[in-house]
Each structure stands twice: as C-alpha cells, then as structure tokens.
C-alpha cells in the first residue's frame, strides 16, 4: 500500500465510521476496483484510536461532566454525569464479550455479494425505523437497558455492511430517542469500545511481529481523529434538523455498487 493509499483509506474509514454506511463497503470498492490492498476486513487500530479520540473531544462537555460525576460519586454524591459514566461503564463490559466471542465466526461473510446485501438492507431498514419511531427521548431519559441495548448493537458491526453507527442508530430511534439524542448517546457508548478494540489490536500486532506503532500509525491515528472530528460535526448538525435520508440514499447507492462489483456486472 502506498502511502497516498493509506491517508486515503484512513480518511474514508473513519468518516464511514461516523456516517450510518459503514467503512467496509468503501474498502471493498477500493480493493476490488482500483486494486488497492486494504488492510483486511476489519478496521485498522489507528482508525479506531483516531475516532474515539474524535467522539472524546467532540462530546467534551459530556466527558466532563462524566469525569465530575465521577469524583462526586466518590464522595457519596451523584448526579446526571454519574450516572451516564455507569451506565456506559455498564454497557461496555457486555458489548466487548459479545464481540470478541463473536469476531472468529464472522470471516468468511467478507465478500462483496454478501456486502451488498448488508448495506443496502441496512439502508432500509434504518428508512423504516426512523420514520416510524417517536421521538421523544434524550439522553438524560437514558436508562440501563437502553444503554446495554444500543451498546450491543456494535457487535452486529461484525456482520459485513452493517456498520457501528448505522446499528446504534437504528436501535437508538427504535427506542424513541430523537435523532441528534441517538447519536450523541451512540456514540459515547461507541468510544470506549474503539480504545479497547483499538488498544486489544495493536498489542496483538506488535505480539505478532514484535514492531511497535510507526510513524505513519501514529500520523493515521491524527488523520482519523481530525477527519472524525468533522464528520461528527457535519452529522449532528445535520440531525438538528434533517433525517437520515441522505444516508439511506448513499447505502442504496453503494450496496448496488458492490453488488455489481460481486456479481461482475461491472469489471474489478
């Protein structure tokens, strides 16, 4: 991979990531189209550490009041940020068990026909919930339920075109949170996962091969974190007043083409 390949990939796995459309889908198209060689079929730890430094630094008010909550908890007290930071606490710890249990079964569903399925049934069904959902919750209204249920759906993210963020999203609405509330609380839920996973995949790769984080890991890791960043503030604004439209139309769109890609109605 050459070095343009990978400030390529990296950006457009982590705006994916962000975006309900999932990053696999894109890095199929790329591999199979333009011959580039991905990474594999996952997502690389400096994408991940990138975008949960993004999520921390976007959603710095909530970590903050997370933090405070905390040290009040501490001292016998509690307030809205205690509780957000037990009930993310609370949801992490099952979402990583359920995706690391999982993770082995998954393999051999990385191909473009299955891909192309996914996204494009993702597409509608995020279409279908979000315009059948109430809207009427938000995150204070958080329960532990709802956070270890929206928190789980990460591990979906295994099955090929599902993508993290489209899955939180879609259960979010389903439980009635308004749009811009889904994917701020998706997301909080989201980035300790990505700097467990993140952290879990690195020390496996350095166990590997006994070479530690390079130059260019540590530049993606900036790259992903900056280009995080401004998606996180493109889709929030976004929700403050639109729905999830245009996502939909985009996942239709790249489903089709990674199955034309699959079926080979189209060159690679």
Known sequence: MTFTQYIVLAV???VAEVFPIGALGHTALLE??????AAGPSIPPSVRLGLALAILAYFWRDVADMVTGVIRAAKGKRDPGTRLALQIAV????TLGL????????GPWHVPII???TIAGGALLLFAIDRMSITVKRVEHASYTDAILISLCQALALIPGVGSAAAMLIMARLLGYER?????????LMAPVLAVVAARDALAAFEADGIPPSTTDILGVGICFVSGLVALAFLMAWLKRSTFMPFVIYRLILGGAVLAV????IAA
Request: aromatic content about 22%; glycine content about 8%.
């Open 12 to 14: 457009v796995q982590a």
């Open 32 to 37: 199979n189209v333009l011959d580039w060689q």
């Open 91 to 94: 949801a992490t710890v099952p």
């Open 99 to 106: 995706g690391f249990a999982l993770q082995d079964f998954i």
């Open 115 to 117: 891909l192309g399925w």
């Open 180 to 188: 811009k509330a889904s994917a701020q609380f998706a997301f909080l």
């Open 262 to 265: 699959g079926y080979e109605w």
